[in-house]
């Protein structure tokens, strides 16, 4: 599956369209907490333990919406935008959605 932040892909023309695909994951920020309790490994100001909980959780959204698009019958996902959005009562979660067009190259 070849996923792409571009609305093209160089030298493999879109040869259908098959629509909008989604994918997102919510982590409570609960959880941020208690890492941030048990953090060692502070250093400048990054924490590897928030930047790894963040990283799975867009590396499971992605995996989501590739495999909306695989389900449409797509072999790429164009147009990707990943976006990170704060939800409930005082900031509790913590959403990563990602988006695309699915499509056949």
Do not use: H
């Amino acid at each position: 599956m070849i996923v792409s932040t571009t609305a093209t892909l160089e030298g493999r023309p879109v040869q259908q369209y098959l629509g909008i695909v989604t994918g997102e994951v919510i982590v409570g920020a609960n959880l941020f907490r208690d890492l941030f309790a048990s953090i060692t490994d502070i250093v400048g100001g990054r924490s590897g333990k928030y930047e790894d909980v963040l990283a799975r959780a867009r590396k499971e959204a992605l995996a989501e919406m590739e495999e909306a698009a695989r389900q449409l019958g797509g072999n790429a996902v164009i147009g990707v935008d990943i976006d990170y959005e704060v939800l409930g009562q005082n900031g509790s979660m913590l959403m990563v959605s990602a988006s695309g067009t699915a499509v056949r190259v």
